[in-house]
């Protein structure tokens, strides 16, 4: 979504993510890393937000990471069999507007201005050009890619371009793959989710030297009536931004070949460099053996919803 939504209605939404771990056996000792707090972004404003965690943890921290995202840390030092966290979050959603035919700067431009030169000014977005440990340098995405960004192409048509050729032509499963799969391995058998099909997008975009950061959040359970049902609800999602001045970050949705931007069914969650950086919730723990893990997520208008 571009950053500059001011003064647009805003749509007020609650969203509930609960994860249950349950291990076979007894967990001495754990530490965990949450990002389950939406961030405060100038489309999206956090009413509340909260973690309700069983057992309760004998230490707790809040703080912010290097992209500004909130996240939780915590310790359980009491011998315990399960664990439940749940996170609950009202966000109010501002909507940006048809962006398709927004101007933007040729791609070749942006390419330029996130290159390093001696005494040059530093570009921010720069930060996401480089390979990560979920989105390695990939050359065969570079020629997939060169299809979008012909010469001169102004950089969001190119991107929205990008994103809609990979919804076309790469199939929602959520059997295909699991979190660790190779990026090479989604791009030769064309089936993945929302993780995968947001880290080629980002992936792609790299291979051409553009800053391409992943986004992590939530969609819509239930879209409002006569709009069809975006893949990836009821679960976490993912997507794209992309950096389009003079518009500013614009994010992409390429399982559903949307701008989240364009209607308020994206909650964002947080955003790095891929989805190593922003994992809802992971950690580390003495014992348990083998464990079964269950997640569920509801996104839901909140009572008496209306423009704001």
């Given at each position: 979504?571009?950053?500059?939504?001011?003064?647009?209605p805003?749509?007020?939404l609650?969203?509930?993510?609960?994860?249950?771990?349950?291990?076979?056996?007894?967990?001495?000792?754990?530490?965990?890393?949450?990002?389950?707090?939406?961030?405060?972004?100038?489309?999206?404003?956090v009413?509340?937000?909260?973690?309700?965690?069983?057992?309760?943890?004998?230490?707790?921290?809040?703080?912010?990471?290097?992209?500004?995202?909130r996240?939780?840390?915590?310790?359980?030092?009491?011998?315990?069999?399960?664990?439940?966290?749940?996170?609950?979050?009202?966000v109010?959603?501002a909507?940006?507007?048809?962006l398709?035919?927004?101007?933007?700067?040729?791609?070749e431009?942006?390419?330029r201005?996130?290159?390093?030169r001696?005494?040059?000014?530093f570009?921010?977005?720069?930060?996401?050009?480089?390979?990560s440990?979920?989105?390695?340098?990939?050359?065969?995405?570079?020629?997939?890619?060169?299809?979008s960004?012909?010469p001169?192409?102004?950089?969001?048509?190119?991107?929205?371009?990008?994103?809609?050729r990979?919804?076309?032509?790469?199939?929602?499963?959520?059997?295909?793959?699991?979190?660790?799969?190779?990026?090479?391995?989604?791009?030769?058998?064309?089936r993945?989710?929302?993780?995968?099909f947001a880290?080629?997008?980002?992936?792609?975009?790299?291979?051409l030297?553009?800053?391409?950061?992943?986004?992590?959040?939530?969609?819509?359970?239930?879209?409002?009536?006569?709009?069809?049902?975006?893949?990836?609800?009821?679960?976490?999602?993912?997507?794209?931004?992309?950096?389009?001045p003079?518009?500013?970050?614009?994010?992409f949705?390429?399982?559903?070949?949307?701008?989240?931007?364009t209607?308020?069914?994206?909650?964002?969650?947080?955003?790095?460099r891929?989805y190593?950086?922003?994992?809802?919730?992971?950690?580390?723990?003495?014992?348990g053996?083998?464990?079964?893990?269950?997640?569920?997520v509801?996104?839901v208008?909140?009572e008496?919803?209306?423009?704001?």
């Amino acid at each position: 979504m571009s950053e500059g939504t001011k003064g647009a209605p805003m749509t007020i939404l609650h969203v509930t993510h609960e994860t249950h771990y349950a291990y076979a056996a007894r967990v001495d000792l754990a530490q965990h890393l949450a990002h389950l707090r939406p961030c405060a972004l100038p489309w999206q404003r956090v009413a509340t937000t909260a973690l309700a965690i069983e057992p309760q943890p004998q230490h707790w921290t809040e703080s912010s990471d290097v992209f500004g995202n909130r996240r939780d840390a915590f310790a359980l030092y009491t011998p315990h069999d399960s664990l439940r966290v749940v996170a609950g979050s009202t966000v109010r959603l501002a909507r940006a507007g048809d962006l398709t035919d927004a101007p933007s700067a040729p791609w070749e431009e942006v390419r330029r201005a996130c290159q390093y030169r001696a005494g040059g000014a530093f570009e921010p977005a720069s930060a996401f050009v480089f390979a990560s440990p979920f989105v390695p340098r990939m050359p065969d995405l570079a020629d997939y890619a060169a299809a979008s960004f012909m010469p001169g192409r102004p950089v969001l048509a190119a991107a929205i371009d990008l994103m809609r050729r990979i919804a076309a032509d790469f199939t929602y499963d959520g059997n295909a793959t699991e979190v660790h799969t190779p990026l090479a391995q989604v791009l030769r058998q064309r089936r993945g989710v929302c993780q995968d099909f947001a880290h080629l997008m980002i992936a792609a975009l790299r291979a051409l030297q553009l800053p391409a950061r992943y986004v992590s959040g939530y969609l819509l359970t239930q879209p409002p009536p006569g709009q069809p049902r975006l893949l990836g609800a009821d679960a976490s999602h993912a997507w794209v931004g992309v950096w389009c001045p003079p518009l500013g970050w614009v994010d992409f949705d390429p399982t559903n070949a949307v701008l989240p931007g364009t209607a308020t069914t994206h909650v964002t969650l947080a955003i790095g460099r891929d989805y190593g950086d922003v994992m809802p919730l992971r950690g580390v723990i003495r014992g348990g053996g083998e464990h079964s893990l269950s997640v569920a997520v509801s996104v839901v208008p909140a009572e008496g919803d209306g423009p704001q």
